[in-house]
């Protein structure tokens, strides 16, 4: 893109740039029962101890890291509340989680 002709037509470069965003997008790994029992061992570790947590999470076919404190797991919505380190909570779904480790600040 950087070095993209000026006169190539719109439509082209709009083609062009939905190529290079989808050469980004990643499929959800399927996680096996072993891998989901330490995800749910960290878990517990980490709200138990007040321990900062990586989470690599699945969203939008693209895989995010969030960082910051497990506050609290919601069985009903199937989802973990996190706060970072600007005291602000989010919520992520636990069917989009792909990792979790404890996180040394």
């Not at 506050?71 to 989010?90: G, L, M, N, S, T």
């Amino acid at each position: 893109m950087k070095f993209m002709p000026a006169l190539l037509p719109p439509e082209f470069r709009a083609m062009l740039r939905e190529a290079e965003n989808e050469l980004d997008n990643v499929d959800m790994p399927l996680l096996d029962e072993q891998h989901l029992e330490h995800l749910n061992q960290v878990i517990c570790e980490s709200m138990e101890y007040a321990m900062s947590v990586r989470i690599v999470y699945h969203e939008n076919k693209r895989n995010n890291l969030a960082v910051g404190t497990i506050h609290y797991v919601d069985p009903i919505k199937k989802a973990i509340r996190i706060v970072d380190k600007y005291h602000e909570w989010f919520e992520l779904k636990l069917e989009n989680i792909i990792d979790i480790s404890l996180h040394d600040e």
